[in-house]
Structure formats: structure tokens, C-alpha cells
């Protein structure tokens, strides 16, 4: 396979190329892209040293799989060229999710619906790493309503975030002074901010109604009803959500737990005993979706239960994801 990794140099694209490489997938030729400021640079991958180059969209590289961590609007403007090029095309940005004739996939869930499609999109970090742990759940028992609160990591706004919130932690732990903020809308360190992405009409932001819709949409559910609040916490990697759902049948802790226990790509962490419960610190870094704190709802009885899931934002969320998508591709095109 001729690979191609567009935004090769920010937090998301370095982990897409060591993903690419912890997993052996068929690399034959590997480019690398980013902006013209990376152009000309040497880095380090699995697959040898790699010079950065810039895009070029009136010569689009002969590539069997693109794999794009760019903004919305640069994806907008090339991933169709791209197609049209001969790659099959996956999108981390938010620039495609929504298009009916686009598939958004989460391989544990909706794989099938990767087969055939030139271009697929990649979705949110918040919705992947909570779908993962849905999933199962609705198909022993049947979802109704989905409530969930987002504990995100700066790791969501990219590289910059990250650093950010190191310096600002640096600067307030280390000097007694006040952080700084640029990339968050107010600072990170020793704060939540119960705002990510812009306010919509109904006073929701849009990245609660991206958990609203891309769920809906992976899994196959139009109706599902679903409300999300998305917070932004001080932690540099994973993603932790508080999960409340109504269930169609019938739920007990223990049966979910067995479904999530058998579930590819969840991880059982729920041993309160023991104090093990799923955790950024334990999350980060890894493959699997944490599962734990599973408890029988005390809003919707014996339909509904309480549970906590962790998952690393940069790889669930985000480039692993990306690479199961290309795996799960027909033989044909991925080999």
C-alpha cells in the first residue's frame, strides 16, 4: 500500500504513523505532508526517515490510502481530489461527517459500512470512544435515551492545547503566576470549562450535538434521543465520559458488564473493591475503551444503568480509529 499522512506533524498524524507501524499495516511507500513551515524536514518513523512534504493539488501523489488529520475546510478543498487520484480516502475532520453520502465509521460497530466507499470519514473523539461502549450494550438490550457529560482533555484542541496546559501548569505550580490562554477560552490549569466549540441556537455547543448526531448516524439509529454536555478538564490525554441510558429491555450491572466484557475494543475496569475504575491515567496510551463504575439507574430502574468510560482521545478517538477503518477495507483495495 502507497500511504499518504496529511497533517503528518501535529498531535494526531504523529500518532497515525506509529499506529500505522505498531499495527504492520502494508506500507510499501509512506509520504508525509504538512505545512510549508515542516517542508524539507527529516523525521523518524517505523518505516525509515520520511521528508515532509507540501501538497501540491495540481500534482495529487499516486496513493492507494489517504489518511487526512487536517482541518474541515483543507479536507473540503483536496480529500475529493485525493479520490480522484486513486486514494481511498479517510477524513479525521469534521468536514464530511454528516454527508448522507459519506460513511461514518466506527470499525467495533459499523464496519460494513466502509466497503465499496472511496472516501469515509473518521468521527468525532468524544463520539467514537463512547460509541465503542454503546454498541454492545444495544445489541442485547436496545437503547432509548443516552445521557452523557464529557471530561475532555486538552489533547481534543491538538498539539497546541497540550502545551498549553503544560505551560500554564508550569507556570502556576512552579512560578505562583497566572496562566496564560490562547488556544482554551479561558485558562486550563486548575479549571473546567463547560465550553467546547461554538454555542448553538438551542444552547447547546456544537461539539454536544456532534455526540447528538454522528451517534445517531453510526449506529444506525435516527431517532435515538440524546444529550450531551462537553467539558473541558486539565488532563493531557483520554477522554472520560459519565454515561446514563435507558434501555428497551430490561438491564441488571451484571449483564452489562458481561456484554462489555465480550466487546472488541472495550476494556472491563469495574472493581470498586479494589478501587479500579477506568481512568485517564490508565487509558492513556492504550488501544482499548475503559469501562467501569457499571451501576442499576436509580432514575430509570431496572431499564437503565449508570457507567463510566476512559479512552485515549489521540488514538480511539482519533488516528487507531482511522487505521482499523483502512484494515477493515475489502481485500482488494487494502492489499
Known amino acids: 500500500m502507497r500511504v499518504g499522512v496529511f497533517g ?28 510549508t513551515r515542516s517542508a524539507g524536514t ?14 501540491d493539488p495540481a500534482k ?9 488529520a487536517v482541518s474541515g475546510d483543507w479536507s473540503k478543498a483536496h480529500a475529493k481530489e485525493l479520490v480522484a487520484a486513486g486514494a481511498v480516502v479517510v477524513d479525521n475532520s469534521s468536514a464530511f461527517r454528516l454527508d448522507d453520502s459519506v460513511p461514518l465509521v466506527v470499525p467495533e460497530v459499523n464496519a460494513e459500512a466502509a466497503k465499496g466507499a472511496r472516501l469515509i470519514a473518521n468521527p ?31 489533547s481534543g484542541a ?16 512552579l512560578n505562583g503566576g497566572t496562566a496564560k490562554n490562547n488556544v482554551f477560552r479561558h485558562p486550563l490549569p486548575m479549571n473546567l470549562i463547560p465550553h467546547i466549540d461554538s454555542f448553538q441556537p438551542n444552547g447547546y455547543t456544537r461539539e454536544e450535538m456532534k455526540v447528538t448526531w454522528e451517534t445517531r448516524k453510526i449506529m444506525g439509529l435516527p431517532d435515538l434521543l440524546v444529550s450531551c454536555t462537553a467539558v473541558r478538564v486539565p488532563t493531557l490525554r483520554a477522554h472520560a465520559e459519565a454515561a446514563t441510558i435507558e434501555t428497551v429491555k430490561p438491564i441488571t450491572p451484571g449483564a452489562a458488564r458481561a456484554a462489555l466484557a465480550n466487546a472488541p475494543g472495550v476494556k472491563l475496569v469495574d472493581d470498586v473493591e479494589n478501587a479500579l475504575y477506568p481512568m485517564p491515567l490508565t487509558a492513556s496510551g492504550r488501544y482499548d475503551v475503559e469501562a467501569g463504575r457499571i451501576r442499576q ?8 444503568i449508570d457507567f463510566f468510560v476512559v479512552g485515549d482521545q489521540l488514538l480511539k478517538g482519533a488516528a487507531l480509529n482511522a487505521v482499523q477503518i483502512a484494515e477493515a477495507l475489502p481485500v482488494a483495495v487494502a492489499a
Open 124 to 154: 468525532n473523539c468524544t463520539t467514537a470512544i463512547l460509541a465503542v461502549a454503546l454498541a454492545p450494550l444495544h445489541r442485547e438490550f436496545g437503547l432509548k435515551r443516552v445521557i452523557v457529560s464529557t471530561y475532555q482533555a486538552a
Open 8 to 35: 503528518a506533524t501535529g498531535a494526531v498524524g504523529k500518532e497515525l504513523v506509529q499506529v500505522l507501524g505498531d499495527r504492520r499495516y502494508p506500507v510499501t511507500e509512506l509520504r508525509l505532508f504538512a505545512s
Open 42 to 55: 527529516r523525521i523518524k518513523t517505523p518505516f525509515g526517515e520520511k521528508t515532509i512534504e507540501v501538497y
Open 158 to 173: 491538538g498539539a497546541e492545547g497540550m502545551e498549553e496546559l503544560e505551560t500554564g501548569l508550569k507556570e502556576v505550580l
Open 297 to 304: 439507574s436509580l432514575v430509570f430502574g431496572d431499564h437503565g
Open 60 to 68: 495529487p501523489p499516486r496513493l492507494d490510502l489517504a489518511l487526512l
